[in-house]
């Protein structure tokens, strides 16, 4: 193995990789190996379409069916091996100017001199009813920002990936009470983090349960739900934190600065390169093909290599076989 290239905290990467499926950290993996530093900013093991899947039965090099989220592990330890960091954080904003790209998080901002966008297609298409004019005001996205705003008061956390898991714990250490809604069954994420949620004293969970409308007139003061197979009924809380999974690209973060396709997907040259010199895209948020993991890490690994040949000065790609 390589002599490994760890990333310095305070120094931009060479490539900043926003998002941690098959895709991003495969792009890892392949930047690392060729000596570049990098760092991925993911939200979560569950958070994306493979993280989430329970049984994976075709992905290359695993004989045996495995959840998805040991899958993308897999990977990630082996970017790991090569110098590659991996920040748990929900990216808000970039700025794509200058030779420097940044994205901000909610534990802090993040440099690259290239980026790869590897955010996959689960954004949410509409928002809740009442959702829009409540935000701001008891409608929040982000537990590590806002909750000392509810310090005491009686929360919501609707979504049932790790990072809901996360918020929804953060939120029990400020909040007198938090329920936790989850769309399905169970929650998702690794074994430690949802035995860590069901003990948690503070933490109700309501399991197969859909917020049809977050209520109030200036402020929130209360979700109608509904739980599998029962009537709607209203659930008084102060906020609510909302994780929400969909099926369209999710690109909101860039706030326009990247041309994108008329079906809302980034759009790239055939070097995985965006429309800003510098920020590739790979994966789900393209749209064009199968969503398959094992495509969306052969994506990843050609934007990492273009990346690579970015910041060489090289215009153009030469095969690499090793």
């Not at 701001?136 to 806002?146: K, L, Q």
């Not at 990072?163 to 069954?185: F, G, M, N, Q, T």
């Amino acid at each position: 193995m390589p002599d490994v290239v760890c990333p310095a905290e305070d120094q931009p990467v060479d490539v900043l990789i926003i998002g941690g499926g098959p895709a991003g950290a495969t792009a890892a993996l392949y930047a690392a190996r060729a000596g570049r530093t990098c760092r991925v900013i993911d939200k979560g093991l569950a958070s994306g379409a493979l993280g989430m899947s329970r049984e994976i039965a075709n992905f290359p090099g695993f004989a045996d069916p495995l959840p998805g989220a040991r899958i993308v592990e897999a990977i990630r330890s082996q970017a790991e091996r090569y110098g590659a960091a991996f920040a748990t954080d929900r990216v808000t904003a970039v700025s794509l100017a200058g030779p420097v790209k940044t994205a901000w998080g909610a534990k802090g901002s993040y440099e690259g001199r290239t980026m790869v966008v590897a955010t996959g297609s689960m954004g949410r298409s509409a928002p809740l009813a009442g959702e829009e004019r409540l935000v701001g005001r008891g409608v929040s996205y982000c537990a590590t920002c806002d909750g000392f705003f509810f310090r005491d008061q009686v929360v919501a956390v609707v979504g049932s990936t790790d990072e809901a898991a996360e918020e929804a714990l953060i939120l029990a250490r400020l909040a007198r009470r938090v329920h936790l809604l989850l769309p399905v069954e169970a929650p998702r994420g690794p074994a430690e983090l949802v035995s860590q949620v069901e003990a948690a004293a503070s933490i109700e969970v309501h399991r197969s349960t859909l917020v049809q409308e977050i209520l109030g007139a200036e402020r929130v003061d209360g979700l109608r739900v509904r739980a599998r197979g029962g009537a709607p009924f209203v659930l008084p809380v102060n906020g609510v934190f909302l994780y929400l999974q969909g099926a369209r690209p999710v690109v909101d973060f860039l706030g326009g600065q990247a041309e994108l396709s008329a079906e809302g997907c980034l759009a790239v040259d055939g070097f995985s390169q965006t429309s800003v010199p510098g920020v590739f895209a790979a994966g789900d948020v393209l749209c064009k093909h199968l969503k398959q993991a094992v495509i969306a890490a052969a994506e990843g690994a050609s934007a990492a290599v273009a990346a690579d040949r970015y910041l060489s000065g090289h215009a153009k790609l030469r095969p690499d076989w090793s």
